[in-house]
Protein backbone atom coordinates (compact mmCIF):
# COMPACT_ATOMS: atom_id res chain seq x y z
CA UNK A 1 0.00 0.00 0.00
CA UNK A 2 1.26 3.45 -1.15
CA UNK A 3 0.91 6.86 0.83
CA UNK A 4 -1.76 8.07 -2.02
CA UNK A 5 -3.89 4.30 -0.52
CA UNK A 6 -3.51 5.33 2.88
CA UNK A 7 -6.69 7.82 4.31
CA UNK A 8 -6.19 9.97 7.17
CA UNK A 9 -9.03 10.25 9.56
CA UNK A 10 -7.81 14.12 10.40
CA UNK A 11 -5.42 16.45 8.49
CA UNK A 12 -2.79 18.18 10.49
CA UNK A 13 -3.08 22.19 9.33
CA UNK A 14 -0.51 24.95 11.55
CA UNK A 15 -2.09 27.59 13.41
CA UNK A 16 -1.64 30.89 11.85
CA UNK A 17 -1.51 34.33 13.59
CA UNK A 18 -3.36 37.17 11.95
CA UNK A 19 -0.52 38.43 10.88
CA UNK A 20 0.67 34.97 8.78
CA UNK A 21 3.12 33.78 11.46
CA UNK A 22 3.16 29.62 11.61
CA UNK A 23 4.56 29.31 15.58
CA UNK A 24 4.90 25.60 15.31
CA UNK A 25 5.87 25.52 11.71
CA UNK A 26 8.36 28.03 12.66
CA UNK A 27 9.92 26.26 15.44
CA UNK A 28 9.90 22.67 13.54
CA UNK A 29 12.11 24.55 10.95
CA UNK A 30 14.83 25.42 13.50
CA UNK A 31 15.22 21.98 14.79
CA UNK A 32 17.15 19.79 13.17
CA UNK A 33 17.13 16.13 12.75
CA UNK A 34 16.18 13.81 14.51
CA UNK A 35 13.74 15.83 16.37
CA UNK A 36 11.68 17.46 13.42
CA UNK A 37 11.79 13.90 11.43
CA UNK A 38 10.31 12.22 14.71
CA UNK A 39 7.53 15.00 15.20
CA UNK A 40 6.75 14.78 11.91
CA UNK A 41 6.28 11.16 12.08
CA UNK A 42 4.23 11.13 15.60
CA UNK A 43 1.61 13.79 13.45
CA UNK A 44 1.22 11.45 10.95
CA UNK A 45 0.52 9.01 12.86
CA UNK A 46 -1.92 10.84 15.12
CA UNK A 47 -3.55 12.05 11.08
CA UNK A 48 -3.85 8.41 10.24
CA UNK A 49 -5.07 6.65 13.63
CA UNK A 50 -7.33 9.31 15.18
CA UNK A 51 -8.93 8.83 18.19
CA UNK A 52 -5.53 7.67 20.11
CA UNK A 53 -4.82 7.55 23.24
CA UNK A 54 -2.13 7.30 25.70
CA UNK A 55 0.60 7.24 25.35
CA UNK A 56 0.63 8.86 21.91
CA UNK A 57 -1.77 11.58 22.87
CA UNK A 58 -3.16 12.79 26.04
CA UNK A 59 -6.00 15.23 26.41
CA UNK A 60 -5.34 18.17 28.67
CA UNK A 61 -8.19 21.19 28.98
CA UNK A 62 -11.85 20.86 27.80
CA UNK A 63 -14.35 23.79 27.27
CA UNK A 64 -17.71 24.31 26.58
CA UNK A 65 -20.16 26.43 25.56
CA UNK A 66 -19.24 28.43 22.43
CA UNK A 67 -15.51 26.93 22.64
CA UNK A 68 -16.74 23.18 23.27
CA UNK A 69 -13.11 21.92 21.78
CA UNK A 70 -10.26 19.87 23.38
CA UNK A 71 -7.00 20.69 23.35
CA UNK A 72 -4.95 17.38 22.91
CA UNK A 73 -0.67 16.84 23.06
CA UNK A 74 1.23 14.43 20.95
CA UNK A 75 3.83 13.04 23.12
CA UNK A 76 7.48 13.03 21.31
CA UNK A 77 10.42 11.48 22.37
CA UNK A 78 13.72 12.31 20.80
CA UNK A 79 16.44 10.70 22.42
CA UNK A 80 16.30 11.41 25.84
CA UNK A 81 14.80 14.80 25.40
CA UNK A 82 10.48 15.16 25.59
CA UNK A 83 8.48 17.27 23.62
CA UNK A 84 4.68 17.81 23.13
CA UNK A 85 2.52 19.38 19.92
CA UNK A 86 -0.73 20.85 21.09
CA UNK A 87 -3.21 20.41 19.28
CA UNK A 88 -7.27 20.71 18.80
CA UNK A 89 -9.59 19.17 16.27
CA UNK A 90 -12.37 20.95 13.92
CA UNK A 91 -14.31 18.55 11.62
CA UNK A 92 -11.48 16.97 10.20
CA UNK A 93 -8.49 19.12 10.90
CA UNK A 94 -5.87 18.49 13.60
CA UNK A 95 -5.03 22.42 14.17
CA UNK A 96 -1.40 22.62 15.82
CA UNK A 97 -1.08 25.33 17.93
CA UNK A 98 1.45 24.80 20.11
CA UNK A 99 5.49 22.50 20.28
CA UNK A 100 7.27 23.12 22.83
CA UNK A 101 10.13 21.27 25.07
CA UNK A 102 8.80 19.58 28.02
CA UNK A 103 11.25 20.31 30.91
CA UNK A 104 8.24 18.92 33.68
CA UNK A 105 6.41 16.30 34.80
CA UNK A 106 3.32 18.60 34.19
CA UNK A 107 2.85 20.20 30.98
CA UNK A 108 2.85 23.97 32.21
CA UNK A 109 -0.06 25.63 32.38
CA UNK A 110 1.44 28.81 30.24
CA UNK A 111 2.54 26.20 28.00
CA UNK A 112 -1.63 25.63 28.04
CA UNK A 113 -3.21 28.91 28.37
CA UNK A 114 -1.16 30.07 25.10
CA UNK A 115 -2.51 27.29 23.48
CA UNK A 116 -5.68 27.51 24.24
CA UNK A 117 -5.63 31.34 23.47
CA UNK A 118 -4.66 30.34 19.89
CA UNK A 119 -7.53 27.52 19.40
CA UNK A 120 -10.06 30.22 20.75
CA UNK A 121 -8.48 32.85 17.93
CA UNK A 122 -8.93 29.95 15.03
CA UNK A 123 -12.56 28.65 16.30
CA UNK A 124 -13.05 32.48 15.76
CA UNK A 125 -11.74 33.05 12.86
CA UNK A 126 -13.20 30.07 11.01
CA UNK A 127 -16.25 30.35 12.12
CA UNK A 128 -15.90 34.13 11.01
CA UNK A 129 -15.50 33.33 7.48
CA UNK A 130 -17.81 30.62 7.78
CA UNK A 131 -21.41 33.45 8.12
CA UNK A 132 -19.16 35.32 5.22
CA UNK A 133 -19.06 32.51 3.22
CA UNK A 134 -23.31 31.47 4.29
CA UNK A 135 -24.26 35.03 3.79
CA UNK A 136 -22.60 35.02 0.63
CA UNK A 137 -24.44 32.18 -1.05
CA UNK A 138 -27.78 33.61 0.06
CA UNK A 139 -27.48 36.52 -1.80
CA UNK A 140 -27.07 34.64 -5.19
Known amino acids: MTDIDIKKKINAVFFKTPAGHE ?6 KDLGRPTKTVVGEDIRFVELNWRVDRPYVDRLRSG ?3 YEKSVYEVRHTVETLEYRTLFFVYDNLMVLV ?3 HKTTRKTPKSELDLSWKRMKEWVHEQKSAENV ?3 TRRKK
Open 23 to 28: PVKETL
Open 64 to 66: SGE
Open 133 to 135: AKS
Open 98 to 100: HFF
